[in-house]
């Protein structure tokens, strides 16, 4: 329960200081679309910032990704890469376990087993 606390702490000052550093008039990615477009488009943008070793704002995008779908794996999981990236190995942890468990939830196989 302790790090399921802490991965909604997490989202939530991710997800606040996505909004608070982001220019007015920048668009979150997929911003008029439905739910799963636009949490499609956030893991996307985290995708390409995560290739471009961003990783700050790779979660950023994976973390808003979960906000708009809280039950896609593959935003956490996108999450727990880049929070591992960043030496946030706790936090990871966390996001890893929540995908996982959003992917068996569901049959689905995104993680590839792992």
Do not use: W
Not at 3 to 19: D, E, G
């Amino acid at each position: 329960m302790n790090r399921t606390l802490s991965l909604i702490v997490a989202l939530v000052a991710l997800h606040a200081a996505a909004l608070s550093c982001s220019p007015k008039s920048e668009t979150l990615p997929g911003a008029n679309l439905d739910p799963t477009a636009r949490s499609q488009a956030l893991i996307d943008s985290g995708n390409a910032s995560f290739k471009r070793a961003d990783f700050e704002n790779a979660a950023k995008r994976y973390a808003s990704a979960t906000l708009v779908k809280p039950d896609d794996p593959a935003a956490f999981y996108g999450l727990g890469m880049s929070l591992a990236k960043l030496g946030r190995d706790d936090d990871a942890r966390a996001a890893y376990a929540k995908a996982r468990a959003l992917a068996g939830a569901a049959g689905d196989s995104i993680l590839g087993g792992h």
